[in-house]
């Protein structure tokens, strides 16, 4: 058994959240404060126009005193980025930007999510659901399998991913070539 002690020392406590994003829908799940159990929470219409999906992530992260962010970040089996690697590194820098404006000190993560998709159809495909149903919670369950992993390399490395920089404005845009969804 591991002391108290040694538990807080290597696995700092708080409400984390995963993100599985798609050009259609986002996935979310979201763990207990001491990242035992990682469940799946919702799935979201994706809305690049007014982004009401990331709005309901702030709303979320605020509720649940959330203090980490893990956004997938797909890439291939070389390692490489493709351009859907590009659509969620955007994602988690209007995140992390909207989170910043609500004034939640609240760091968003790039995590890689290889196979996470492939393992979750796996999953529900094990535990008896027919495929045509898949397509409603696919994402939410490939989100559980990204924060899974994210808990298991804090508790491995002490950290997880690449910690996403919020866009600066400079002269009135943003310092990426990104819409402002801020206001």
Same mark, same amino acid.
């Not at 994706?46 to 797909?74: F, Q, T, W």
């Not at 996470?116 to 939410?140: C, F, I, K, P, Y």
């Not at 390399?153 to 002490?158: A, F, L, N």
């Given at each position: 058994?591991?002391?108290?002690?040694?538990?807080?020392?290597?696995?700092?406590?708080?409400?984390?959240?995963?993100?599985?994003?798609?050009?259609?829908?986002?996935?979310?799940?979201?763990?207990?404060?001491?990242?035992?159990?990682?469940?799946?929470?919702?799935?979201?219409?994706?809305?690049?126009?007014?982004?009401?999906?990331?709005?309901?992530?702030?709303?979320?992260?605020?509720?649940?005193?959330?203090?980490?962010?893990?956004?997938?970040?797909?890439?291939?089996?070389?390692? #490489?980025?493709?351009?859907?690697?590009?659509?969620?590194?955007?994602?988690?820098?209007?995140?992390?930007?909207?989170?910043?404006?609500?004034?939640?000190?609240?760091?968003?993560?790039?995590?890689?999510?290889?196979?996470?998709?492939?393992?979750?159809?796996?999953?529900?495909?094990?535990?008896?659901?027919?495929?045509?149903?898949?397509? #409603?919670?696919?994402?939410?369950?490939?989100?559980?399998? *990204?924060?899974?992993?994210?808990?298991?390399?804090?508790?491995? #490395?002490?950290?997880?991913?690449?910690?996403?920089? *919020?866009?600066?404005?400079?002269?009135?845009?943003?310092?990426?070539?990104?819409?402002?969804?801020?206001?």
């Amino acid at each position: 058994m591991i002391s108290p002690e040694l538990s807080e020392n290597t696995f700092p406590r708080g409400v984390r959240l995963a993100v599985d994003v798609g050009s259609v829908r986002v996935g979310v799940a979201v763990c207990d404060a001491d990242g035992i159990l990682p469940t799946p929470l919702k799935t979201l219409s994706r809305d690049p126009k007014r982004n009401s999906d990331i709005k309901v992530l702030v709303k979320e992260a605020v509720v649940r005193g959330v203090v980490e962010v893990y956004v997938g970040l797909p890439r291939t089996l070389a390692g #490489r980025e493709a351009e859907s690697a590009t659509m969620a590194r955007r994602y988690a820098e209007n995140l992390a930007a909207a989170l910043g404006e609500a004034g939640l000190e609240c760091p968003v993560r790039l995590v890689d999510e290889r196979f996470t998709t492939v393992e979750a159809h796996r999953n529900l495909r094990a535990a008896g659901m027919d495929s045509r149903e898949h397509r #409603r919670v696919v994402d939410q369950v490939a989100a559980v399998g *990204i924060l899974q992993h994210a808990l298991d390399m804090i508790r491995g #490395r002490g950290d997880a991913g690449a910690l996403v920089d *919020i866009p600066t404005l400079t002269g009135g845009d943003l310092g990426s070539n990104e819409t402002d969804v801020r206001g």
